[in-house]
């Protein structure tokens, strides 16, 4: 079985193929294509590939290309990974935005429109391609911003382009072992956008777990969204919010300390990832061994300027190694062998929540099987989201349009109906300067 990934010379894709070494199932993936537009970047991610196959017989084959049409034909999955403009163009969202004191984050608030707009077009031409070479592929979605991406891909490849993110995996998974259980017994009742949704119970043996952990200060303090949201906001929402909705709640604090900080995290990516390529371009040197260096400094300063504004700490140390790949492996399982799975994806919304349309792309448990993703029925939306959640769905509908059109003015409503930026003009202005540092953004008129 063939899969094919977009943006593969990504630094995250040898967390992707270490998952596929692992799998030893029927049916399982034999090739692997990567493609990328910078073929050095493919170089040095085959090196390190390369050497995680050593010693694992029939380790998927590997090739790269930076041609698009030869990479998708035969594919029967399709994992795309992409980032329009780099680490560099993470590094221009996060400084307009700062310079304009709002919030500078590759997927919430001004950043994440800035990202979007320019990510929005080249992944509708990836749908295209792929309906066009490879009718039958599923593709899975990891490009950021996830939500409104696969949206914008799900128009024209309906149900099969899926979205997946780490954030509730990980959430989940912190919450049941905080509580004592098993993370692969419990059921996680999440409910939301991506990057904006929340726990509403987790269920072990058909009974609800997440009182007695909204009950107890002590162990509600005792992991990572406790430390960083505080106890006391949380009993009062009595859900458990995914990470990033500390930038809504707690947005005058997160924006002084991202202006305050040395370097955006954009920055400091682009800069750590172009010394781990320049590393592993020189043969004397284990790609393997410096892409794991650099992988353990990135998971250490994950989110730093949030856990410090909110005096979190360090993250621990079992959060440190990802997630979104046991995702990626489990959905292609579930499909390419019809073994039913439960995950938290984001998909179309069909009747799942009501103050949303059908075709809205949501985050919410999904029963996977052979004929795709399918999501579970959910309890309304806690009072305290349905106005976020439907005010952030409107402004990617605004981006999606403003992507289509090519209207300025749309990407100036996109901007000013956010609820982190807080001034029309303020919008106006984002939209100048984010024109002039993206050349990806020039379709705009």
């Known amino acids: 079985m063939k899969l094919t990934i977009l943006g ?52 998927p084959v590997v090739s790269a290309t930076t041609d698009l049409d030869e990479a998708l034909r035969g594919a029967a999955f399709v994992f795309s990974a992409i980032r329009v403009g780099g680490l560099q163009g993470r590094a221009e969202d996060e400084r307009v935005a700062l310079a304009a004191g709002v919030l500078g984050q590759e997927t919430v608030g001004a950043g994440g429109i800035a990202y979007g707009l320019r990510t929005v ?30 949206e914008a891909m799900a128009r024209h490849l309906g149900d099969r382009v899926i979205g997946i993110c780490d954030s ?8 049941a072992r905080v509580l004592g259980a098993d993370p692969r017994h419990a059921f996680v009742d ?15 043996g058909g009974r609800d777990e997440l009182p007695r952990l909204l009950g107890d200060p002590a162990l509600l ?90 005096g979190a700490g360090e993250r621990e140390e079992e959060d440190l190694s990802g997630g979104y790949e046991k995702v990626a492996l489990a959905l292609m399982r579930a499909i390419a062998r019809d073994e039913r799975a439960t995950l938290i994806l984001n998909v179309r919304n069909r009747s799942t929540l009501h103050v949303l349309d059908a075709d809205a792309v949501v985050e919410v448990p999904c029963l996977v099987d052979a004929g795709g993703a399918h999501p579970l029925a959910a309890d309304p939306l806690p009072g305290h989201a349905t106005g976020l959640v439907c005010a952030v769905k ?35 202005q984002l939209v100048e300067e984010y024109a002039a540092a993206h050349p990806g953004l020039g379709y705009l008129k």
């Open 190 to 204: 999440y409910v939301g956008l991506n990057h904006l949704g929340w726990v509403r119970a987790l269920r072990v």
């Open 121 to 150: 077009p080249v992944a509708v031409d990836i749908a295209r391609r792929v309906a066009r070479l490879a009718p039958d592929a599923w593709v899975i979605n990891f490009t950021n911003p996830a939500g409104l991406v696969t």
């Open 221 to 310: 303090g005792s992991f990572e969204e406790g430390r960083l949201f505080g106890t006391d906001w949380l009993r009062s929402l009595g859900a458990i919010p995914n990470e990033y909705l500390h930038y809504y709640y707690f947005n005058r604090e997160t924006v002084r300390a991202y202006q305050q900080a040395e370097r955006t995290r954009g920055a400091f990516l682009r800069d750590q990832q172009a010394r781990f390529y320049a590393e592993a371009a020189d043969p004397g040197v284990s790609a393997l061994r410096a892409w794991d260096r650099t992988r353990a400094e990135r998971e250490a300063t994950y989110m730093a300027e949030n856990r410090e504004s909110a």
């Open 394 to 428: 409107n402004v990617e509908r605004q981006v999606l349009s403003a992507a289509e059109s090519g209207s300025r003015a749309t990407a100036v409503k996109a901007f000013a109906l956010h609820p982190l930026v807080d001034s029309v003009n303020v919008a106006r």
């Open 168 to 175: 509730p995996v990980g959430l989940g998974r912190r919450i």
């Open 8 to 59: 593969g010379g990504g630094f995250r894709v040898p967390l992707v193929y270490g998952a596929l070494l692992a799998d030893r199932g029927e049916g399982r993936v034999t090739e692997v294509v990567l493609h990328d537009l910078d073929d050095r970047r493919l170089r040095a991610v085959s090196r390190v590939l390369a050497e995680q196959a050593e010693g694992v017989p029939d380790a």
